[in-house]
């Protein structure tokens, strides 16, 4: 039997009954939706008089896909049950993501590091102290190699979330490992993270300046659009977006807005919308307020829908399907009584699927805290796998589809977001709003009225303004560590290896490659042969900094051993 | 009247850390507490924002670490403080860590750690109250 300590027995015996007959009375405290729309106390057919079924939401399946992208949603197909793995050494995350298939894990996804995502090699003075604190680093060929190590890449599905310019090495890696490995490319199947324009907003400014985001970001669409035909070549984040504290239409409006960015450059390049436009995907969060975020996820989709047939010219019905990821909200989970987070991502896991989700991750509880010890990471996957196959919600496309309410917060949704569209126009479009830093002041400030609402109790969160409780002295299921050895190992294999590597061949697939980006030409293949011949991310990345005017090494602390 | 001196604090990132919602809303929300703050900004080493914190005189440094880059540089950090003699500079850190670790980074050298989901008033009369000048 548990000993109750002698301080809890007092409790108890006491009782706070003013606060329970306080309780027994209380009405919520706002009425207002998570990103502040004022509610309704009921919606009926009245607020949906003007509603054009077949216009304006249709069956799933068919335009403008407000319902789903496919008729039969999940009775086709179950949603990708992708937990996002990256930890320590490339050896360290190919354990864990062996460990994630033994228990039921559908979909392949690993996530680079901090140093990675900044192009630095493993063995780079900055990285030294922090590879593998937050994802995984892949310097080398031989890094891709160790990581993708007896996987048949050509029955799985792999998510490579590399998000920054460095998504053009990561690329380049896969696909040389892939092919050596006797692979043909035309089959690998999965999804390449590849947006470094939103990545200048997660901290990674100096790896991703504007033009070389647009250049490197679209070469790698245009590579894979040619020769990977499976393969989705972006994944653009507005999940990142909405961690800056944003409201839900800001979500889609701002990543709408990059991914026109893209998508202008592709048809600047002659690519026909319709060759391309079916493997395009989108990263979206999946917040607290669980209306507010299906009905995001259906605005969202019809708004895309148009936004490629009307703006882009758009024939094919699958350059219109909006085809989307979630990531579970991190900036919702925090670590004041940790096991309330499990409870939150399960409700936003709810909302990704009720909004008809193609490939979700649900964070573990201990993200606002550690990597996702073993334990942790198998809860979160435990919380797909109960929605799946437990709740009934995959039987039926689109369930909250004609309730006054969703249909209404719907159009809110899509109004609003229309309005920051309109917003970002008249500021000179998206490129114009980045570069003058437009875009930066909406996140900053944003970010401090979330905050404020916290303070004022305007908005709730159980453990940090209500219901608090003394901090916990330790994390339930323990602490993830990375191992400073694994770091240390890489950093060293990564000596070893420029040491030991064929110096003429590098310095030939160097120069193509240099030739390449200084031609205009798509420097993706050069950027293979360049990785083949142990080029590293640094280095791939350095050359095509200098030739479009930067800095070889983004934190400037290197030059380029190919100047001399 | 006699005008109060104002706090003055410095905020900064450490390492490549790209998280900076958290640090800059803190920046702002400190400045409208009526304190003075100089946030450094990301990429930072810890002789960097030592070097500055005596440059702009401080009574306090925040760290912002949310990558598990914690333990490696809060050491480091509090190693240079000492060396230039900053006994009287609060210094205080914020961020994601395990419960585990603040005990740790509390015997490292960092006077109060504030996790993810700390509400701002607190950070503010935790300042109030602990200010060393």
Redesign the interface.
């Known amino acids: 039997m548990p000993q109750i300590e002698p301080k809890e027995e007092e409790d108890r015996q006491e009782g706070n009954w003013e606060d329970y007959i306080k309780a027994y009375y209380e009405k919520p405290v706002s009425f207002k939706s998570w990103s502040g729309y004022d509610l309704k106390k009921i919606y009926t057919p009245k607020d949906r008089s003007a509603e054009n079924y077949q216009r304006d939401i249709a069956d799933a399946g068919a335009y403008p896909f407000t319902r789903g992208i496919h008729a039969d949603m999940f009775r086709g197909r179950l949603w990708t049950k992708r937990e996002v793995v990256g930890i320590g050494s490339p050896a360290d995350t190919h354990e864990r993501l062996l460990y994630l298939s033994r228990h039921g894990g559908s979909g392949l996804n690993t996530i680079a590091d901090v140093t990675y995502e900044m192009g630095l090699d493993a063995d780079h003075p900055w990285a030294v102290d922090e590879v593998g604190l937050t994802g995984v680093n892949i310097t080398s060929y031989k890094d891709m190699q160790t990581l993708t190590r007896d996987i048949p890449l050509d029955r799985v599905s792999w998510s490579l979330i590399t998000a920054s310019t460095a998504a053009s090495a990561t690329m380049a890696q896969y696909v040389a490992v892939a092919q050596d490995a006797g692979y043909d490319i035309r089959g690998l199947r999965g999804s390449i993270q590849n947006d470094p324009i939103h990545f200048r907003y997660c901290g990674f400014r100096p790896a991703c300046p504007l033009d070389l985001s647009i250049k490197l970001g679209s070469d790698v669409m245009e590579y894979c659009t040619r020769n990977l035909p499976k393969w989705y070549y972006t994944t653009v984040n507005m999940y990142d977006l909405r961690e800056q504290g944003i409201t839900a239409p800001q979500e889609v409006a701002f990543g709408f807005g990059i991914a026109m960015c893209y998508i202008d450059e592709l048809v600047r390049r002659g690519l026909p919308i319709d060759a391309f436009a079916p493997r395009f995907t989108f990263y979206v969060s999946c917040h607290i307020d669980l209306f507010e975020e299906v009905a995001k996820i259906r605005a969202a989709r019809r708004m895309w829908a148009r936004l490629m047939k009307e703006k882009y010219g758009a024939k094919n019905p699958r350059s219109m399907q909006f085809r989307f990821a979630v990531h579970t909200a991190g900036c919702s989970l925090v670590p004041q009584q940790p096991f309330n987070n499990m409870i939150r991502v399960a409700y936003e896991a709810l909302a990704a699927v009720l909004g008809g989700v193609q490939s979700l991750h649900c964070c573990s509880y201990d993200e606002p805290m550690c990597l996702p010890t073993e334990k942790a990471h198998l809860q979160a996957l435990r919380t797909q796998q109960i929605l799946a196959y437990e709740t009934g919600v995959t039987t039926v496309a689109d369930p909250l589809g004609g309730s006054y309410y969703v249909e209404s917060l719907t159009d809110k949704i899509e109004k609003e977001a229309l309005k920051v569209m309109k917003q970002v126009e008249e500021v000179g479009g998206m490129e114009e709003a980045i570069r003058t830093e437009w875009l930066d002041r909406q996140f900053e400030s944003e970010a401090v009225t979330r905050q404020k609402e916290l303070n004022t109790g305007e908005k709730l969160v159980v453990g940090v303004n209500v219901f608090t409780t003394e901090q916990e002295e330790t994390t339930p299921l323990g602490v993830q560590r990375v191992s400073a050895n694994s770091a240390k190992k890489q950093a060293e294999d990564v000596r070893e290896l420029k040491c030991t590597r064929d110096m003429n061949r590098l310095t030939d697939a160097i120069k193509r490659l240099r030739d390449d980006a200084g031609e205009g030409r798509n420097v993706i293949p050069a950027m293979v042969e360049a990785t083949r011949a142990l080029g590293t991310t640094g280095e791939l990345l350095g050359t095509v900094r200098e030739v479009f005017g930067y800095p070889y090494d983004p934190m400037e602390t290197l030059s380029s051993p190919f100047n001399a | 009247m006699v005008k109060e001196k104002k706090i003055r604090v410095l905020v900064s990132?450490v390492?490549?850390?790209?998280?900076?919602?958290g640090i800059?809303?803190v920046a702002?929300?400190l400045k409208e507490a009526g304190m003075e703050v100089v946030y450094l900004g990301?990429?930072q080493t810890p002789e960097g924002i030592v070097r500055a914190a005596l440059d702009e005189d401080v009574d306090v440094i925040g760290l912002s670490y949310l990558?598990?880059?914690h333990l490696?540089?809060t050491p480091k950090i509090v190693a240079e403080m000492k060396k230039h003699e900053m006994d009287d500079v609060l210094l205080i850190a914020g961020g994601?860590?395990?419960?585990?670790?603040?005990p740790t980074m509390e015997a490292m050298g960092i006077d109060k750690v504030f996790?993810?989901?700390s509400?701002?008033?607190t950070i503010v009369s935790y300042i109030h109250d602990h200010v060393r000048r």
Do not use: N
């Open positions: 990132k390492g490549l850390d790209g998280h900076d919602r800059k809303v702002t929300l990301m990429y990558s598990g880059e490696v540089f994601t860590f395990p419960a585990e670790d603040i996790r993810a989901g509400l701002t008033d």
